[in-house]
């Protein structure tokens, strides 16, 4: 049997988007196994304006150096009217590739990851000589859902919290049409809890101590929010802790870190990006992290409680006001919230890290990708939306 394609829409500005369509992915060759041939395209790569292109670049330069820009581009383009703008100017010139794309693939389905990229999708399918197929919108926002997510020229939209369902229901986009699943994390985050032997010997494979309180440090995929000097302070803080940090893709941090010590003497673990970051997450007590939804998904779904540190001006601001409401975490933007908030939390049986692990327990969703999946193959094998 021929695999059926699939068109998976990204962007990328920050590692989210694509983590997301990856998550999806990985789900399809877990339950459906050589069925689809699924293709994950960032259409600003080639085929977009070089204003846009360029834009879309330096996004892990900006959230680094001046996050408070990317605030101001978010919030000037977070309504109806920019959203018209940026349709008829700059997104104009992805639509015809996009086009070319879906004329040359004829997917099953196209599925949209990212909020630029939903309008441009619905035009482009339906241009003269392409197939028309389902359009689905899959939003990676977790709390403050952009203007530009809203699209009722799609099939389906799938939420991940009330903030979004309410976005798509005000634009006209019926009840029938919206899929409140949540947001999509990678299989290797959504596997059972694991037992104390086996969370044991995941750390001596990854050069832990298997006794201690793991504090895990990092600022997404571009490690961004002084994740250096919050190493720093952790290190020399005299907590009974074992420090991780994880830089990603800011390798000015990790140089800076290289040979970092605890206050004991002992070397910090410092690492730059990585590929296996469910074990990170799995094996520690605690995550210090910024409030990007897809991190807050993936602790969640591993029952691991958040420390924010900081979040992006725009789209993240919500997800903190959630966390802390929730209960699955506390928002610590200040260094010395953070050492005394990990003081309280590592002092042994603390009643405050008991009460967000029961709250990390209820809010998980670890469903939500297989659910996204299911929808996808019900959709691209019968071209209809199904009822949720």
């Known amino acids: 049997m021929t695999a059926q394609p699939l068109l998976f829409l990204i962007a990328d500005t920050g590692g989210g988007h694509r983590a997301s369509a990856n998550a999806v992915r990985s789900q399809f060759e877990v339950d459906h196994p050589g069925e ?10 080639g085929t977009a304006s070089p204003w846009l292109r360029h ?3 330096l996004y892990g330069t900006v959230i680094q150096h001046a996050s408070w820009m990317w605030g101001a581009l978010y919030y000037s ?16 010139s992805v639509e015809s590739g996009l086009a070319r794309l879906c004329q040359r693939l004829q997917p099953a389905a196209v599925v949209s990851f990212h909020p630029l990229l939903n309008h441009v999708a619905a035009r482009a399918v339906r241009r003269p000589g392409v197939t028309r197929v389902p359009l689905i919108t899959v939003i990676t926002d977790l709390v403050d859902v952009h203007a530009a997510w809203a699209c009722r020229d799609v099939d389906a939209v799938v939420t991940p919290s009330p903030g979004g369902l309410d976005r798509a229901r005000r634009v006209g986009i019926p009840g029938e049409r919206c899929f409140p699943f949540g947001l999509p994390v990678d299989v290797s985050f959504t596997r059972p809890p694991l037992t104390p032997d086996q969370r044991s010997a995941l750390r001596l494979k990854l050069g832990v101590a298997p006794d201690g309180f793991v504090v895990l440090l990092c600022g997404g995929a571009d490690g961004s929010g002084g994740i250096a000097r919050r190493a720093r302070a952790l290190a ?18 990790q140089k800076r870190l290289a040979g970092l010590c605890d206050h004991r003497g002992s070397p910090v673990a410092v690492h730059g990006f990585v590929n296996n970051m469910a074990e990170w997450v799995r094996t520690a007590d605690v995550i210090a992290t910024k409030a990007g939804p897809g991190t807050i998904a993936e602790a969640l779904c591993c029952q691991t409680p958040l420390l924010l540190t900081w979040y992006l001006h725009g789209q993240e601001r919500g997800n903190v006001d959630w966390v802390v ?9 200040d260094i010395d919230q953070l050492v005394d908030t990990v003081a309280e ?17 209820r809010v998980a969703r670890p469903e939500a990708t297989a ?9 691209a094998r019968g071209g209809i939306v199904p009822r949720s």
């Open 36 to 45: 689809f041939d699924i293709h994950i395209v960032d259409p600003f790569a």
């Open 55 to 57: 834009t879309t670049d």
């Open 77 to 92: 383009t977070n309504s109806k009217p920019a959203v018209s703008l940026l349709k008829s100017t700059v997104l104009r």
């Open 236 to 253: 020399k803080a005299s907590l009974p802790i074992e420090l991780v940090v994880i830089c990603g893709r800011n390798r000015s941090a």
């Open 325 to 333: 409401d929730t209960g699955a975490g506390r928002y610590v933007p």
């Open 345 to 361: 939390f590592s002092r042994p049986g603390s009643p405050g890290l008991a009460r967000l692990r029961e709250a990390v327990m």
């Open 371 to 379: 659910d996204i999946a299911e929808l996808i193959v019900s959709m």
